[in-house]
């Protein structure tokens, strides 16, 4: 199978931030090498929410022929039941899926770079991109990755549990950054009373039960993080619940 071959599914779960994420996929339309599908997954809170979705996305579904899908969720779901349900529902046939977030956003290479990957080493799994900070609607110069330049294979789960225990050079992806196969993906569980907060890095690791995992340190994507929040006091009350 080469690379043409392959077919791809972007999920991008959004709740209550319509602006942000019409922004998100105006990126995912832009790509050099084109989703075969892609879903919004809305678990927006209200129906207003919800309304504000579909206007402002209306253009670009228009235009886009079928391929962008709004989706919304039966019921008010916590993240983890949120991403439970995507995985129960949205994986079709698609050799590859990606699960997004609905404030950041994809460089036009993205996938394309992703999937190199995929073309060359059939022995991973997934490959997490890094990402170019942006604070608000501002970019920054630094990135989520400490390095900007060359990969790296990870072939066990103590291999990439050092990097978010070590305090070096190279730091993890972010969550949204990762490119899976979609028969893996299927397998992995989030679930946050595995991990609190950081039960997304629990299901990451479950990926090495299937194979290895290659991390991109060429910037692929924005990662958003807002003015008004503070990730920098971690809640040890939180973590333990």
Not at 53 to 69: A, P, V
Not at 76 to 99: A, C, E
Not at 172 to 194: E, N, Q
Not at 208 to 218: E, N, T, Y
Request: proline fraction near 5%.
């Amino acid at each position: 199978m080469t690379k043409l071959n392959f077919k791809v599914t972007l999920i991008i779960s959004t709740r209550d931030r319509p602006d942000y994420l019409s922004l998100a996929v105006e990126s995912a339309v832009k790509q050099t090498r084109k989703f075969n599908r892609i879903i919004i997954s809305d678990n927006s809170s209200t129906g207003i929410f919800k309304s504000q979705n579909r206007k402002k996305l209306k253009s670009i579904i228009d235009n886009q022929n079928g391929l962008i899908e709004i989706k919304p969720t039966p019921s008010d779901m916590p993240s983890d039941v949120h991403t439970k349900y995507i995985q129960d529902n949205y994986l079709d046939d698609s050799d590859f899926i990606t699960l997004f977030h609905d404030d950041d956003e994809l460089f036009p290479t993205y996938l394309q770079q992703a999937l190199n990957q995929f073309d060359h080493d059939r022995t991973i799994v997934a490959v997490g991109s890094n990402a170019r900070i942006m604070i608000d609607k501002k970019v920054q110069k630094r990135t989520f990755m400490g390095k900007t330049s060359g990969e790296k294979t990870l072939r066990t789960k103590a291999d990439f549990i050092k990097f978010y225990m070590d305090i070096g050079p190279i730091s993890p992806p972010p969550f949204c950054g990762y490119l899976y196969r979609t028969s893996v993906f299927k397998l992995i569980s989030v679930d946050s009373t595995i991990g609190g907060k950081y039960s997304d890095v629990v299901g990451l690791t479950q990926l090495f039960d299937f194979g290895s995992v290659r991390w991109v340190f060429d910037p692929q994507l924005y990662y958003r993080l807002h003015s008004n929040q503070n990730s920098q006091i971690p809640s040890t009350l939180g973590f333990r619940s």
